[in-house]
């Protein structure tokens, strides 16, 4: 029996799709490249060549001259001062300072009892005024006054002192030493109002025997040592101008 011959086929081969090719990108078009700036040479400046100026004339200024001071001259005090002032008599004893009060108001048009002056010048009622209460009275009541301590004034100036207050109207209350002394330790035992002057002594109202008396100021004192006096051991000076504004 005939034999068969076999070929072998080769198997069919694949041709592959053709893919599809991007399209070209555009390219930008190329910036203009600026050209380049020339930085100017700065040119050398002249040094200024000083010239030589001439010294300022200095023309001398008039001072002009002071006129002199003047000392105005004082005005004479009067020879004698007594101010229309009645005395009265003590309310209760210890009750110097407010009488010398009562009569200092009454000069100025208030009338206010001894009491009531205590009471203002926040004291107990029983014991007199101090001089700290004679002056918180005044400020209580809203009255016109000036006060001092002197610490050892010249005498006969603060005697002219006193005499030119009186001068002016204004009665005056001062601390005294009643000598010879019951209280060392104190420097002033008593009050009295001041109302005028004449040639050598003072004049002030006595509530004792409600009269104006003499109280002698330049001797500040009688001969002996007694009496009262302006003066004391401490050489402090307490008083009350009583002025009314």
Not at 135 to 140: A, I, R, Y
Not at 223 to 240: A, E, H, K, R
């Amino acid at each position: 029996m005939p034999t068969s011959t076999s070929t072998t086929v080769p198997p069919p081969t694949f041709t592959p799709a053709p893919t599809d090719t991007p399209a070209p990108t555009s390219t930008s078009a190329p910036t203009d490249t600026p050209a380049p700036t020339s930085t100017p040479t700065p040119l050398p400046t002249a040094s200024p060549t000083a010239v030589p100026t001439e010294p300022p004339t200095v023309v001398p200024t008039e001072v002009p001259t002071k006129a002199p001071k003047t000392t105005p001259t004082p005005t004479p005090l009067p020879e004698s001062v007594l101010l229309p002032i009645a005395p009265r008599a003590y309310d209760q004893d210890d009750f110097c300072g407010e009488v010398c009060l009562q009569e200092a108001l009454l000069h100025f048009g208030q009338d206010v009892s001894q009491q009531e002056i205590n009471r203002i010048g926040e004291g107990d009622g029983v014991q007199g005024l101090w001089s700290e209460g004679v002056e918180t009275m005044l400020k209580n009541l809203k009255f016109g006054y000036r006060s001092w301590r002197l610490e050892s004034p010249d005498y006969e100036q603060y005697v002219e002192m006193l005499k030119s207050k009186l001068a002016q109207g204004h009665p005056v209350l001062v601390g005294v030493k009643i000598n010879p002394t019951q209280h060392p330790d104190w420097f002033c035992d008593h009050f009295i109002l001041l109302v005028g002057y004449n040639s050598d002594s003072f004049i002030y109202n006595s509530p004792d025997t409600r009269e104006q008396r003499t109280f002698v100021q330049f001797r500040d004192g009688n001969p002996d040592g007694s009496g009262w006096t302006l003066t004391n051991p401490f050489s402090l000076f307490f008083g009350v101008e009583f002025t009314g504004e």
